[in-house]
C-alpha cells in the first residue's frame, strides 16, 4: 500500500496499551505505514523489548499509568517536543478482573472502571487538548481519536460486568467528545472488537465455553490482532475524514446475532 495514499506518513500518534497483545499490533501496523509512534504502557519491560525489536527511528516508548493525570500531560508535552506535532490517538489501555457481579468486589470494579474508562479520558483529554491547540493555530485538519471499545459495551457480557460497564462508557465517551470538538476539526469514533485472540483473552479456556461462544460468531471464530489493526488504523486517515461519533464493530459480527 502506499503509505502516502494511506495517509499516516510522517504523521504522529500515541498508541496507549501499546506493548502487548492488541496495542503491539496497532503499533506495529501504524510503523509499517510510515507512522510516528509513541507506544505507552505500564509494562515497561514490555515496552523495551518492543524498542529492541523494532528500532525505528519513528517509535517512541513512554512507561506510564494512564490514571496518572500528570505522567500522561508529560507524555504528551515529550511527544509533541521530540516530534513537533501530534495528530491523533489510539485509546487502547485496558484491563481486565474477572467475576460474576454478585460475587464483584468493588476493588475489582474500580480497577477496571478506573483504567478502562477514567484512563481513556485522561488520555483523550490530554490529547484533544493538543488538537484544539493546533486548530486555533489554523491547522484545518487537526487530528482524530479512535477510542478501543467492545461488543461487551454494546450487548453486555457475563462475568465482566465492570469491563461491560467501562467499555459501554467510552462509547458514550466518544459521541460526547465527538460531539463537542467537531467545530475544532477532530474527529473522534470508537471500534468494538469482539474476541481477539491475546494474552489477556487466553483466560477463556474452558472450551465449551468457547464453543458455546463462537457459535454466535458468524463468521465462526475470534480474530487475530492483525485482523483489527487496518480498520482501527483507517479511522485516522484522511479517507475517515467525514466520520465522528460512529463506533465500528471489528468482531466477526458478533453484534448482530440475537
Known amino acids: 500500500m502506499d503509505n502516502k495514499a494511506f495517509g499516516l ?7 496507549t496499551g501499546g506493548a502487548q497483545g492488541v496495542g503491539r499490533a496497532l503499533v506495529e501496523y501504524g510503523l ?9 504502557d505500564a509494562n515497561r519491560a514490555a515496552l523495551e523489548t518492543l524498542a529492541a525489536e523494532r528500532p525505528e527511528s519513528g517509535l517512541r516508548i513512554c512507561a506510564l499509568d494512564v490514571t496518572d493525570e500528570a505522567a500522561v500531560e508529560a507524555c504528551v508535552a515529550t511527544t509533541l517536543e521530540q516530534f513537533g506535532d501530534l495528530h491523533g490517538l489510539i485509546n487502547n489501555a485496558g484491563i481486565v478482573r474477572a467475576a460474576m457481579a454478585h460475587e464483584m468486589t468493588l476493588d475489582r470494579w474500580r480497577q477496571v472502571i478506573d483504567v478502562n474508562l477514567t484512563g481513556a479520558f485522561i488520555c483523550l483529554r490530554a490529547v484533544g487538548r493538543a488538537l484544539i491547540a493546533k486548530a486555533e493555530r489554523g491547522d484545518a485538519a487537526p487530528g482524530r481519536i479512535v477510542n478501543i471499545s467492545s ?9 465482566q460486568i465492570n469491563y461491560g460497564a467501562a467499555k459501554s462508557g467510552v462509547l458514550g465517551l466518544t459521541m460526547s ?3 463537542e470538538w467537531a467545530r475544532h476539526g477532530i474527529n473522534v469514533n470508537s471500534v468494538c472488537y469482539g474476541v481477539v485472540e491475546t494474552p489477556m483473552t487466553e483466560t477463556i479456556r474452558d472450551e465449551r465455553f468457547r464453543e458455546r461462544y463462537i457459535r454466535q460468531i458468524p463468521l465462526g471464530r475470534f480474530s487475530a490482532a492483525d485482523e483489527v489493526a487496518p480498520a482501527t488504523w483507517f479511522l485516522l486517515t484522511d479517507a475517515a475524514s467525514y466520520i465522528t461519533g460512529q463506533h465500528l464493530a471489528v468482531d466477526g459480527g458478533f453484534h448482530i446475532t440475537a
Open 9 to 15: 506518513a510522517d504523521r504522529t500518534f500515541i498508541v
Open 32 to 40: 509499517d505505514h510510515g507512522a510516528r509512534i509513541v507506544a505507552v
Open 151 to 159: 461488543d461487551a459495551g454494546r450487548r453486555g457480557t457475563i462475568g
Open 177 to 179: 467528545a465527538a460531539r
